[in-house]
């Protein structure tokens, strides 16, 4: 049997999404049974030479995770595609520009100042930002430059399968070795743009039972509620909970600990905007019983009780939302 | 899927309503560049005979298979132009209206962006007719039997009315008689007929009826299913006197301990705890109030049963569940007054010669507490002034009801003349903010009491009334004088507002109907669906839904009765098909959509643990859809991806 040649490539990423394939523990000697790692800078000495030296299309699989957060990163998506017969984009970093892509938000010059200067444990009296070149002693060194957005990467390249998750769990990464060891011994795939994770979402995994009606007169932080229900539907007992909007998969890990669903698995085929059909699923519920008695500023003040809605609604997915288009970049 | 898209656009001149602001010339040139239609014509009123000609003529000239009436709102002739086509073979719901009057002509006066507007409007509706689909109507069985909720004069109409169309009715009432507050009026303006006299034939009717059931001291309790087959659980209470056994020979009572307020008196004088409404109470029977009655678990006291001859008293009844199936429901659940308790400036109710317009009724009444003599609570003298208070808690949304009742200037009137004729040398005196006397013969009537009868009326509110000796001082302003009034009364009525009653409020949450902000039911529409719920299958007749007079109770009584006949008389309904529907391999069960149906028209089947939507239930308003987190639901003809497509071709330039 030949082994497959995986290369797993890297961007603005954390390197979760690594230590989560090797969260496969006991599993990864059946992953060596069928995989050849032709590239994985994380986990063993390979350069960026080490992939461009491959012939075009000579890696059977190519896994990519991190968001574009650089022109680096752009390049060596770019790269990947071409030396790669598929290509997936693995967790949410990938596939919707996850964490990183909550840059997007103040414009590059902006998200300089907060990194660089104004954060309370920084202490740069020069000022000093990151520069695309700089001279020390006569030597010319370089940096990638930092791009206008944190994106997903099938905005730069085309992708063929979907990994979503923050990092992806053990058991989508079971199935993405299932996939590869059916493509090695049958020669066949799933239809191209498929998502490997469930199809409906977490509310159907979880296992909490939902009341006869979901109604919250506030939202609470986990830390605030004396005793969690541990069978009862987290939304109802007020804390916020994504599970309604995403896909399932990840077999309700936050939930089952009392934690809300944080939403890292993305939304569904059918929906666009993952933050803003939550945001919707939860305003209509918002209260539903009394929503004639209360007034605008009455809603207003539920709802300030959400710490960070952007970053609430948008954890992983402002990269490819549709809000994310309300901010063009007018600082050119 | 496959068939080639030929759309045919009809642009509606509507006379000059959409071409004076839109060039209609203009327009269907651009719609003709910029989409791909077969056919664009033209008519001065599409909804004319000719124009509907013209668009079943193109239909099957042109082989049209899509088509989109530029015209006015789609609430007002989408039916038209969809039975236009049908009739010219095409299915219905591959008819589309885009509305160029009230959103593009009414609105604007620029003729070229209208011009623009309108066909960015078309193009959009384009996007959306092209993905309709071919649909059938649902067709629902209907259960040929209607629910009256409410035996005040507006149930006993309905139920009259629709009784005597020929189909049966149950007609509900919480308390031991129907009559509702008709039953407790003196003489009703501005005829001033006996109320009791024209209202309690129609009792006796009821209690006659062959096709009306008359559930007394009895409650809705639930209520599932839809129009055509709703679904009913009522509860009847414990009346603990057999209706078919009482003689009404009155023994019971003499022998009773328990003294109580007689609530049909207003509370003016006593009743016992087994006692008859009023005489002519229907079912015509005593009945025993269990909240005070001692012979009810613990039995202390029996010596009703000892002396009642016919043996018709029970205290072992117990409350029972009767489950029935109903076509239609009206509701008929009246008023309450604004209580005065409510109005401080006015003395909280706690003085007894302050009191409200029904306490005063049942003073003017010949079976009332005093025998139709006027007299005061407090010493039972007769009054020699009396002060009528209009708007008493109305018209004053800083404190009290915002909103004018209707009906209180005339039965203020009609209060002051009765005392004027009872009282021949009393002086009646009403203050008020304006006298509206919008009702037939009215107006004749106030100025009788006026100018005829001498009641006096001074314009202006009434500040406060304090206790003064054994009067009362009203001290106001007459605003046509401009000066402080002080008047010595020896008894003030005020004339209080309707408020929704208990049983409205209760109704509404059980029903799922919607209230306006006053907690009155609101309408479907409010000048032209006046007796249709927002449900259908469920209406509303008389002071549910707003004050009125009488004579609009009892119309909005048959206007309702004839529209749940109109239900009644079809063994199947059939209803828009432009329902929502749920993928089951997205959707995960979060119940979001169950929570916010405002009609109960999804639930979680447990068998197959699939969220299923009540096909007759649902109303397409696609409250699921848009709350729906996993996107799973989908309105039928209203994809997502059509609504996106609409958005966008309205945006593109």
Known sequence: ?????????????????????????????????????????????????????????????????????????????????????????????????????????????????????????????????????????????????????????????????????????????????????????????????????????????????????????????????????????????????????????????????????????????????????MISALTSLLEVEHEEEYTEEDFDKLLEKIPDPLGTFYRFTYGVSMISKLHPDKEE | MDEKKKVGVFVCHCGRNIAQTVDIEKLMEKVREKYDVELVEDNMYMCSDPGQNLLKESIQAKNLNRVIVAACSRDMHEPTFRSAAQEAGLNPYLVEIANIREQVSWVHDDKEKATEKASKIIGSTIEKVIRDEPLEPLKIPVVQRALVIGGGIAGIQAALDIADAGYEVTLVEKSPTIGGHMAQLAETFPTLDCSQCILTPKMVAVSRHPKINLLTTSEVVSVDGYVGNFKVQIRKNPRYVDVDKCNLCDDCTAVCPVVVHDEYNQSLSPRKAIYIPFPQAVPASYVIDEETCLGIDPLICSKCKDVCLVEAINFDMQPEIIEEEFGAIIVATGYDTYPIENIGEYGYGAHPDIISGLDFERLLSANGPTQGV????????????????????????????????????????????????????????NFYIDVRTAGKDYEEFYKRAAEEEKVIYVRGKVSEIIEDGDQLLVKGVDTLLGEAVEVHADLVVLATGLVPSKGTQEISHLLKLSCDSKGFLKEAHPKLKPVESALSGIFIAGTASGPKDIPETVSQASGAAAKAATILASEFLEREPQIAQVDPTTCGLCHTCINVCPYGAIYLDEGVRRITVREALCEGCGSCAAACPSGSIELKNSTSEGIRAQIKALLQG
């Open chain 1, 1 to 277: 049997m030949n082994k497959l040649k995986v290369a797993v490539a890297l961007g603005a990423t954390c390197a979760g999404c690594d230590v989560a394939i090797l969260d496969l523990n006991e599993k990864i000697l059946d992953v060596i049974e069928i995989v050849d790692f032709v590239f994985w800078p994380t986990a063993m000495d390979f350069k960026l030479d080490d992939l461009k030296a491959l012939k075009d299309g000579e890696v059977d699989v190519g896994l990519y995770h991190g968001a574009i957060g650089t022109e680096e990163d752009e390049e060596i998506a770019k790269i990947l595609r071409k030396k790669s017969k598929i290509v997936v984009a693995f967790g949410a970093c990938a596939n919707f520009g996850g964490i990183p892509s909550l840059t997007n938000m103040p414009y590059e010059s902006k998200m300089f100042d907060v990194v660089y200067k104004e954060s309370p444990s920084t202490s740069n009296p020069e000022g000093t930002l990151p520069q695309k070149e700089t001279e020390i002693e006569g030597t010319k060194l370089t940096l990638p430059g930092i791009r206008k957005r944190a994106d997903s990467l099938n905005s730069v390249i085309d992708v063929d399968y979907y990994v979503p998750g923050c990092p992806p769990m053990v058991p989508l990464i079971e199935q993405v070795v299932d996939v590869l060891r059916v493509f090695v011994e049958k020669g066949t795939l799933p239809p191209k743009g498929a998502v490997i994770a469930g199809q409906d979402t977490l509310c159907k995994e979880c296992g909490r039972t939902k009341p006869e009606t979901i109604s919250y007169k506030e939202f609470v932080s986990p830390q605030e509620v004396k005793e969690i229900d541990p069978d009862l539907c987290l939304l109802s007992q007020g804390i916020l909970c994504l599970g309604p909007a995403t896909r399932s998969g990840c077999g309700a890990l936050c939930t089952k600990m009392n934690v809300g669903c944080r939403g890292c698995l993305g939304p569904t085929d059918k929906v666009d905007d993952h933050g803003l059909k």
């Open chain 2, 374 to 429: 006027i007299r005061r609570p407090s010493d039972g003298k007769v009054p020699k002034t009396v002060v009528f208070v209009h708007c008493a808690g109305s018209r004053d949304p800083a404190k009290h009801l915002p909103y004018c009742s209707k009906i209180c200037c005339m039965y203020s009137t009609k209060h002051a003349l009765q005392y004027k004729h009872l009282v021949h040398d009393g002086t009646a005196i």
